[in-house]
Every structure is written in structure tokens, then in C-alpha cells.
């Protein structure tokens, strides 16, 4: 049964669906990126909220920026802007709800004025990101913004017609303040350290440059919580179409899956009001840093550790990695040894309690998590989820052999990328500059932990790094990664 509003009341008996008035929404939240995390998270939140409480205020309408968005915008529109969100988890059958908390999407490309519009409408009190942690465009060394990338050239010259996500928020708080309307909140809802605190100043620095009137209007008006996010939400294929078929009888032409887990800490600070989000579960906090800290050094971290390693083990998805005991094991000491000393105490947080719960969640073998996705974006995810704390380790004078080779791992996956035999491509926006760096063996620790984009300046000049990764780096070349995990403690 094809998924429309038509169709809902003949939904299964343990289906749920928004039991709220949709038609009658007003979009209190523009969302710019419905990828599968907003629709597993932020969305799910909000047609609990929804539900709930039968509000009229806090509906959704998401905008696609990016020609790979038009797709999604044109399936929701088909689907009358439902979607079939599946929890894979333990049970044996999958938990299904159908979500309606995102009730329009415009496609940016097609029609940037009523994306501007949009933006600028008096009912927008909150526009929210997931844009990926390359999309706020900062250095992750320097911190400062990237005004040389196309679309920022092109939104200086052009400002009317933005391109970039900071173009259009842009144009569009201009019309808010000419309007005297108030400013939204900025809700950034990507994995980076101090996301709302990143948007600001991605935000910020390009609005300073076009308009330095308008960037302190909107330091003095707009606000920008950081938050901490999680819920694990693969990229969806068409097994879990097919799975949804079979199981609940509806056809979706873009359901999103996920595992049960779901959480969100945020900072309380809304310029212009929210949803009572705390009514379905989200923690508002005073202070989300040592959240976002645990959480992105142990999850974000621990993925990216497997996700290089695993491929080159021969595994292609997360429960794979973890049945093979070695490896899971390898995850299990790097969060203990390397990262938990970083951490500290947390309040309300048994850390032993959150990583066993990780291990679980890794090992999940019905999410079919994809390593390929963990593998993406690595020049962005490296410096985010693991820099931070290998330069903490080495300060502390700690070994840093774990850290030699993970980062070993992504080198020689990326030397591996360009052989004739290898059966995946790396999905990387820094790809080209990876690839060239690990092209040629000879000379390529150098090459490769010398990308300063990346690395920054510090760790090509640490001698006990650089041998430990170059050690690693060989020993995976000629043993694989089963027999150098096995060798690993006896390098310590
Ligand atoms: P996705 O690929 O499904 O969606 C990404 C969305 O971001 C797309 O709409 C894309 O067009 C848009 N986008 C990418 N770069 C952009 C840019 N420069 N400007 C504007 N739009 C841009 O990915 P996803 O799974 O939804 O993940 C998105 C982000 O959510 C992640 O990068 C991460 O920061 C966060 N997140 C994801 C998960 C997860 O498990 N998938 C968990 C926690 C947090």
C-alpha cells in the first residue's frame, strides 16, 4: 500500500501515525538537510511533541539546498510529506511509525525565492541544521571560515542569489530584520564540538564580510544552542524497502531506518520560543560540552577507528567489525585507555555504563549500519572526533600506538582505494588531495600526516607518531590488520 495521507487509517494495528491536524501546521521550524539523521531525530522528537500536545505551531518544513536533495523533496511530495520511520533493534520484528512532523519541503534550486521567503516568514521562530561536518566550512585547526570555496565567492558577488547555506541565511535575516520581524534560533544539529557555537561563527564570518551592520544585528538578536545528538541512522536501502513491505504492508519510497537509541542534549537558549521538547525526552542543559565531548570521543571516534580498520579486515557493515573479537576488542581499549582519561566525571553519566551500551549498539546485527558511510568525510570526521584527544594523549605523555593506527588504517585504505582490485571509492570532499597524498607508498607518512589541512602543523613533527604510524602502517601492509591487532599491546 502506497504511503499517503489517504492510506493512513488502513495502517496496521500497530502502526502509529500523527493523530494531530496536519493540514493545520504552521512551520515554527525550517530544516536545511532532510537526510536520514533529521528524519530519525529532530523530526521523531517533534511528532512525539506533536502528538502530544495536538500544537499547531512547531510544524517542519525541511529545504534541500544540494541538486542531491531534489529526490527527496520529490518522494515526500508523492507521500504528501509522510515517511515510515523503522527502529531495528533487538525485537524480532521491527518497531514502525509513520512521521508527518515534516509537512512541506522546497527545493532550493528550483525556487530560491520561496526558500528565502520561507526563511523570512514571521511563523519561523527556529531554523535547524544537518548539513554535514564539512558544511559549516571552518578549518579545523585555524578555525576560520573558508571564504574561498565557490559557493562563498559566489554568495559575496551575488548575494541575492545565495547558493551556500550562509548565503541564504543570510539574505534571509536581512529581510527579517528590514521587516522588523525577530531573528530564529540557529539549532545545529551536526557531530562537531560546539555545533551552535560553530554555526555562530560560520554564520558570522560571512555575514561580517557581505554586511558588518547586519552580522551585529544578528549577534545581538539570533541565538545558536549547541547540542549534543545520537541515534545511529544508516543510509537507507532497498533491503529495509523491502523489509518495511513485508512486515508492515507499505510502500515507501524513501523510509528511514534506525536503531531503538535515541537522545538529545541541548542548551536551553531560544531566541524566539520552542517546542516543549522536554515533554518527549530531550535533556536541556546548561552545559552540553562534557555531553558532546563523551559522546563524540567514544561514538564518533570509535566509528571512524572501525570503520578504515574494518574495511580493510574485509567487513563491510559495523556488526561485523564487532563479532570479530579482536577488533571489537581493539574499539573497546582504545575508548578505555586512550579516550576515557580525556573525559572526566560527568555528571548523571556512569561512562563503563555508556561504553557497554556503545558495544551493544555497535554490534546491532538488523540496523546493518554501513561501514561505507562511517568511512565518508573523513578529512572533517579525523580532526572532530580524534585529533582533540590524540593531542591531549601526547601532552600527557601517554602512548599513542592506538591512535598510530587508526590513522594508519585510513592511510592505507586510501593507498588500497586506487588499486585495480578495489571495490570501493572514497567519499571525501578533500578526496583528491587524500588520494595523491597515499598514491605512492614511498614517502607516504610524510605525505600523508603532512596534510595540514587536516593534521595541522604539530603532528608531522612528533617523532613518536610519526614511527608508531609508520610501524603500524607496515605491519598492515604485511601481516593485515587480524595479526597486527594480535602484535598491538606488545608495542606499548
Ligand atoms: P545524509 O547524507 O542523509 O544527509 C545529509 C544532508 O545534508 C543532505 O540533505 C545534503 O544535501 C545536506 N548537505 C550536505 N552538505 C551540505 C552543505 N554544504 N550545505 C547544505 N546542505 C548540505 O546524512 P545524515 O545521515 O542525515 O547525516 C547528516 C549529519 O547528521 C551528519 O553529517 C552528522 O553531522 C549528523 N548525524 C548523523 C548521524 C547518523 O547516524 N546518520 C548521527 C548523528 C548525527
Same mark, same amino acid.
Given at each position: 500500500?502506497?504511503?499517503?495521507?489517504?492510506t493512513l487509517a488502513q495502517l496496521g494495528a500497530t502502526i502509529t501515525y500523527p493523530t494531530y491536524p496536519r493540514h493545520a501546521l504552521r512551520h515554527g521550524i525550517v530544516h536545511i538537510g532532510v537526510g536520514g539523521f533529521h528524519r530519525a531525530h529532530e523530526a521523531v522528537y517533534t511528532e512525539h511533541?506533536?502528538?502530544?500536545?495536538?500544537?499547531?505551531?512547531?510544524?517542519?518544513?525541511?529545504?534541500?539546498?544540494?541538486?542531491?536533495?531534489?529526490?527527496?523533496?520529490?518522494?515526500?511530495?508523492?507521500?504528501?510529506?509522510?515517511?515510515?520511520?523503522?527502529?531495528?533493534?533487538?525485537?524480532?520484528?521491527?518497531?514502525?511509525?509513520?512521521?508527518?512532523?515534516?509537512?512541506?519541503?522546497?527545493?532550493?534550486?528550483?525556487?530560491?525565492?520561496?526558500?528565502?521567503?520561507?526563511?523570512?516568514?514571521?511563523?519561523?521562530?527556529?531554523?535547524?541544521?544537518?548539513?554535514?561536518?564539512?558544511?559549516?566550512?571552518?578549518?579545523?585547526?585555524?578555525?576560520?571560515?573558508?571564504?574561498?570555496?565557490?559557493?562563498?565567492?559566489?554568495?559575496?558577488?551575488?548575494?541575492?542569489?545565495?547558493?551556500?547555506?550562509?548565503?541564504?541565511?543570510?539574505?534571509?535575516?536581512?529581510?527579517?530584520?528590514?521587516?522588523?520581524?525577530?531573528?530564529?534560533?540557529?539549532?545545529?544539529?551536526?557531530?562537531?564540538?560546539?555545533?551552535?557555537?560553530?554555526?555562530?561563527?560560520?554564520?558570522?564570518?560571512?555575514?561580517?564580510?557581505?554586511?558588518?551592520?547586519?552580522?551585529?544585528?544578528?549577534?545581538?538578536?539570533?541565538?545558536?544552542?549547541?547540542?549534543?545528538?545520537?541515534?545511529?541512522?544508516?543510509?537507507?536501502?532497498?533491503?529495509?524497502?523491502?523489509?518495511?513491505?513485508?512486515?508492515?504492508?507499505?510502500?515507501?519510497a524513501w523510509p528511514v531506518v534506525c536503531e531503538p537509541f535515541l537522545q538529545w542534549v541541548m542548551e536551553d537558549d531560544f531566541c524566539n520560543g520552542r517546542p516543549a521538547w522536554e515533554k518527549v525526552g530531550v535533556q536541556f542543559t546548561a552545559d552540553v560540552a562534557p555531553y558532546e565531548r563523551m559522546?563524540?570521543?567514544?561514538?564518533?571516534?570509535?566509528?571512524?577507528?572501525?570503520?578504515?580498520?574494518?574495511? !580493510? &579486515?574485509?567487513?563491510?557493515? +559495523?556488526?561485523?567489525?564487532?563479532? /570479530? #573479537?579482536?577488533?571489537?576488542? *581493539?574499539?573497546?581499549?582504545?575508548?578505555?585507555?586512550?579516550?576515557?582519561?580525556?573525559?572526566?566525571?560527568?555528571?548523571?553519566?556512569?561512562?563503563?555504563?555508556?561504553?557497554?551500551?556503545?558495544?551493544?549498539?555497535?554490534?546491532?546485527?538488523?540496523?546493518?549500519?554501513?561501514?561505507?558511510?562511517?568511512?565518508?568525510?573523513?578529512?572533517?570526521?579525523?580532526?572532530?572526533?580524534?585529533?582533540?584527544?590524540?593531542?591531549?594523549?601526547?601532552?600527557?605523555?601517554?602512548?599513542?600506538?592506538?591512535?598510530?593506527?587508526?590513522?594508519?588504517?585510513?592511510?592505507?585504505?586510501?593507498?588500497?582505494?586506487?588499486?585495480?582490485?578495489?571495490?570501493?571509492?572514497?567519499?571525501?570532499? !578533500? &578526496?583528491?588531495?587524500?588520494? +595523491?597524498?597515499?598514491?605512492?607508498? /614511498? #614517502?607516504?607518512?610524510?605525505? *600523508?600526516?603532512?596534510?595540514?589541512?587536516?593534521?595541522?602543523?604539530?603532528?608531522?613533527?612528533?617523532?613518536?607518531?610519526?614511527?608508531?604510524?609508520?610501524?603500524?602502517?607496515?605491519?598492515?601492509?604485511?601481516?593485515?590488520?587480524?595479526?597486527?591487532?594480535?602484535?598491538?599491546?606488545?608495542?606499548?
Amino acid at each position: 500500500m502506497k504511503l499517503n495521507t489517504a492510506t493512513l487509517a488502513q495502517l496496521g494495528a500497530t502502526i502509529t501515525y500523527p493523530t494531530y491536524p496536519r493540514h493545520a501546521l504552521r512551520h515554527g521550524i525550517v530544516h536545511i538537510g532532510v537526510g536520514g539523521f533529521h528524519r530519525a531525530h529532530e523530526a521523531v522528537y517533534t511528532e512525539h511533541f506533536l502528538r502530544l500536545t495536538q500544537d499547531q505551531e512547531w510544524g517542519i518544513c525541511g529545504i534541500g539546498l544540494r541538486e542531491n536533495d531534489r529526490a527527496m523533496g520529490q518522494v515526500l511530495q508523492n507521500q504528501d510529506y509522510l515517511y515510515s520511520l523503522m527502529e531495528l533493534g533487538q525485537a524480532e520484528h521491527p518497531s514502525v511509525q509513520v512521521i508527518g512532523a515534516i509537512s512541506d519541503f522546497l527545493f532550493a534550486p528550483d525556487n530560491p525565492a520561496a526558500v528565502l521567503e520561507k526563511l523570512a516568514a514571521p511563523d519561523t521562530r527556529i531554523v535547524s541544521l544537518t548539513i554535514t561536518e564539512g558544511g559549516y566550512m571552518l578549518d579545523d585547526h585555524s578555525g576560520e571560515f573558508d571564504f574561498s570555496h565557490p559557493d562563498i565567492v559566489h554568495d559575496l558577488a551575488q548575494p541575492e542569489a545565495p547558493r551556500s547555506v550562509f548565503g541564504y541565511l543570510s539574505a534571509a535575516l536581512a529581510t527579517r530584520r528590514a521587516r522588523n520581524l525577530p531573528a530564529f534560533t540557529l539549532m545545529s544539529c551536526d557531530n562537531l564540538p560546539h555545533n551552535g557555537d560553530k554555526a555562530r561563527h560560520a554564520l558570522l564570518s560571512f555575514v561580517t564580510r557581505q554586511n558588518p551592520e547586519l552580522a551585529r544585528w544578528i549577534a545581538d538578536n539570533a541565538s545558536f544552542p549547541n547540542s549534543m545528538v545520537d541515534r545511529i541512522t544508516p543510509i537507507t536501502t532497498s533491503a529495509h524497502k523491502e523489509l518495511l513491505r513485508n512486515h508492515a504492508g507499505i510502500d515507501d519510497a524513501w523510509p528511514v531506518v534506525c536503531e531503538p537509541f535515541l537522545q538529545w542534549v541541548m542548551e536551553d537558549d531560544f531566541c524566539n520560543g520552542r517546542p516543549a521538547w522536554e515533554k518527549v525526552g530531550v535533556q536541556f542543559t546548561a552545559d552540553v560540552a562534557p555531553y558532546e565531548r563523551m559522546k563524540m570521543r567514544l561514538l564518533n571516534a570509535s566509528h571512524s577507528a572501525m570503520s578504515y580498520l574494518g574495511y !580493510l &579486515a574485509g567487513y563491510r557493515y +559495523s556488526h561485523e567489525v564487532m563479532q /570479530d #573479537g579482536r577488533l571489537s576488542g *581493539f574499539i573497546r581499549t582504545f575508548m578505555d585507555q586512550d579516550v576515557t582519561p580525556t573525559l572526566g566525571t560527568i555528571e548523571g553519566i556512569s561512562l563503563e555504563q555508556y561504553k557497554d551500551t556503545l558495544i551493544e549498539r555497535f554490534a546491532n546485527p538488523r540496523i546493518g549500519d554501513q561501514l561505507a558511510r562511517l568511512c565518508m568525510d573523513g578529512s572533517s570526521k579525523i580532526p572532530k572526533f580524534i585529533l582533540g584527544t590524540l593531542e591531549e594523549r601526547l601532552e600527557a605523555g601517554a602512548p599513542v600506538h592506538r591512535f598510530a593506527l587508526v590513522l594508519a588504517g585510513w592511510a592505507l585504505y586510501l593507498h588500497e582505494a586506487e588499486a585495480p582490485n578495489a571495490d570501493y571509492k572514497v567519499e571525501d570532499p !578533500l &578526496a583528491e588531495l587524500l588520494l +595523491s597524498a597515499c598514491a605512492q607508498r /614511498d #614517502g607516504l607518512s610524510m605525505r *600523508f600526516l603532512g596534510l595540514e589541512d587536516i593534521f595541522g602543523p604539530d603532528l608531522q613533527a612528533c617523532p613518536g607518531l610519526v614511527s608508531a604510524f609508520e610501524s603500524a602502517l607496515h605491519h598492515l601492509e604485511t601481516q593485515g590488520v587480524a595479526l597486527t591487532l594480535a602484535g598491538l599491546d606488545q608495542v606499548a
